[in-house]
């Protein structure tokens, strides 16, 4: 780490002084985001936003580190939108067989929204989170661009921004190793310093994703196990329980390990054998460039289909309703529900949903 603290040579495009709104949750991120904005001359106000009662944790721990650093903090109640956006439809989608993806269901629906609502309310322009991303100008356009720390990057999370929220995005923490951040935290004196990474599904905390979906009184649909061969092999707990690629948990006894390969939609799980679970490509829905341009037949992309994928070379082979995507080399186990963002060297270019495999 150099020991002058800097964001990186995209901050030239503001003013020092200028007053910037920062996204608090609570973690180490966000908090050397507010750090490293006011070390760099930004005149830095916070927000925190309650999502739903698994977050107040979160906001009792912004509010902590919001004093030690001495900023406004602002809390905005975000539960009604967060239900409708977010905790609704993944249950839905789980019931039906499918895995969504909350945090790119989120990002552009509620969490970005209302930090930008709340900016405008408070005359401020620019606005920051403690993503580990960068947000880079072409040719008039703004793009998501992949973070310095390869191992912590979450450009994935953040495809479905809009232009107008990328215009006025800033995302400091891109331009440094999570070592580095902690150590930016030590160096503050900030009790976050040590604070352990937020959970992949904020809204529950302990991560059993299928209980919680029982709690709230949904209904998975439910089927048979459907061998390599065909052959029935039974029962199994509902569909809430499962996902594409999985091996662990399934109950059953075979010769060989079995993995999901496909949820059907009348509620029964094909398994395959180790290697039978890659695919050729993938149909997406929603599908859209984060510029707006058309995407047409014949464009070459590298796509990940789930966050922590590497990005794999395919080419677009249609576009509109249906936007089919045929990788280079298969697969494996692209899952319906899952965003597949479409990068071309370290820009997202775009993403869509992703609604059936092949």
């Given at each position: 780490?150099?020991?002058?603290?800097?964001?990186?040579?995209?901050?030239?495009?503001?003013?020092?002084?200028?007053?910037?709104?920062?996204?608090?949750?609570?973690?180490?991120?966000?908090?050397?985001?507010?750090?490293?904005?006011?070390?760099?001359?930004?005149?830095?106000?916070?927000?925190?936003?309650?999502?739903?009662?698994?977050?107040?944790?979160?906001?009792?721990?912004?509010?902590?580190?919001?004093?030690?650093?001495?900023?406004?903090?602002?809390?905005?109640?975000?539960?009604?939108?967060?239900?409708?956006?977010?905790?609704?439809?993944?249950?839905?989608?789980?019931?039906?067989?499918?895995?969504?993806?909350?945090?790119?269901?989120?990002?552009?629906?509620?969490?970005?929204?209302?930090?930008?609502?709340?900016?405008?309310?408070?005359g401020i322009r620019l606005i920051a989170t403690g993503h580990?991303?960068?947000?880079?100008?072409?040719?008039?356009?703004?793009?998501?661009?992949?973070?310095?720390?390869?191992?912590?990057?979450?450009?994935?999370?953040?495809?479905?921004?809009?232009?107008?929220?990328?215009?006025?995005?800033?995302?400091?923490?891109?331009?440094?190793?999570?070592?580095?951040?902690?150590?930016?935290?030590?160096?503050?004196?900030?009790?976050?310093?040590?604070?352990?990474?937020?959970?992949?599904?904020?809204?529950?905390?302990?991560?059993?994703?299928?209980?919680?979906?029982?709690a709230r009184g949904a209904l998975p649909r439910e089927g048979?196990?459907?061998?390599?061969?065909?052959?029935?092999?039974?029962?199994?707990?509902?569909?809430?329980?499962?996902?594409?690629?999985?091996?662990?948990?399934?109950?059953?006894?075979?010769?060989?390990?079995?993995?999901?390969?496909?949820?059907?939609?009348?509620?029964?799980?094909?398994?395959?054998?180790?290697?039978?679970?890659?695919?050729?490509?993938?149909?997406?829905?929603?599908?859209?460039?984060?510029?707006?341009?058309?995407?047409?037949?014949?464009?070459?992309?590298?796509?990940?289909?789930?966050?922590?994928?590497?990005?794999?070379?395919?080419?677009?082979?249609?576009?509109?309703?249906?936007?089919?995507?045929?990788?280079?080399?298969?697969?494996?186990?692209?899952?319906?529900?899952?965003?597949?963002?479409?990068?071309?060297?370290g820009f997202v270019r775009g993403g869509g949903v992703i609604?059936?495999?092949?």
């Amino acid at each position: 780490m150099a020991d002058e603290i800097c964001g990186g040579d995209g901050f030239g495009t503001f003013e020092h002084q200028d007053p910037i709104l920062v996204a608090m949750s609570g973690g180490v991120d966000s908090a050397v985001c507010v750090q490293v904005l006011r070390d760099q001359g930004f005149d830095v106000h916070a927000v925190v936003f309650r999502f739903s009662p698994a977050h107040e944790a979160a906001v009792r721990a912004a509010q902590a580190t919001a004093a030690q650093l001495h900023v406004p903090l602002e809390m905005e109640d975000c539960a009604e939108a967060f239900e409708q956006e977010v905790i609704a439809p993944f249950c839905a989608e789980y019931c039906a067989g499918r895995t969504p993806s909350p945090c790119t269901m989120c990002n552009p629906r509620v969490k970005f929204a209302a930090l930008a609502r709340v900016a405008d309310r408070l005359g401020i322009r620019l606005i920051a989170t403690g993503h580990y991303a960068r947000v880079e100008e072409e040719d008039g356009f703004y793009y998501i661009h992949t973070a310095l720390s390869a191992a912590r990057d979450q450009s994935y999370m953040l495809y479905g921004l809009p232009q107008e929220i990328l215009a006025r995005l800033c995302l400091p923490i891109g331009e440094f190793e999570k070592d580095d951040v902690r150590a930016i935290a030590a160096q503050a004196g900030l009790d976050c310093a040590d604070a352990p990474d937020s959970q992949e599904i904020c809204f529950i905390p302990d991560g059993g994703y299928a209980a919680y979906i029982a709690a709230r009184g949904a209904l998975p649909r439910e089927g048979r196990f459907i061998g390599p061969d065909g052959e029935d092999l039974g029962s199994h707990k509902g569909v809430s329980h499962y996902t594409v690629g999985q091996r662990k948990g399934l109950g059953i006894a075979y010769g060989d390990p079995l993995y999901v390969r496909r949820i059907r939609e009348d509620g029964n799980i094909e398994l395959a054998r180790g290697g039978d679970e890659f695919f050729a490509g993938v149909v997406l829905k929603d599908a859209a460039r984060a510029d707006g341009k058309p995407l047409c037949p014949g464009q070459r992309y590298g796509v990940k289909v789930r966050s922590r994928a590497l990005a794999a070379p395919c080419t677009l082979e249609q576009a509109g309703a249906r936007t089919v995507l045929r990788f280079d080399e298969p697969q494996r186990a692209p899952a319906p529900g899952q965003a597949a963002v479409l990068y071309e060297g370290g820009f997202v270019r775009g993403g869509g949903v992703i609604e059936e495999v092949f």
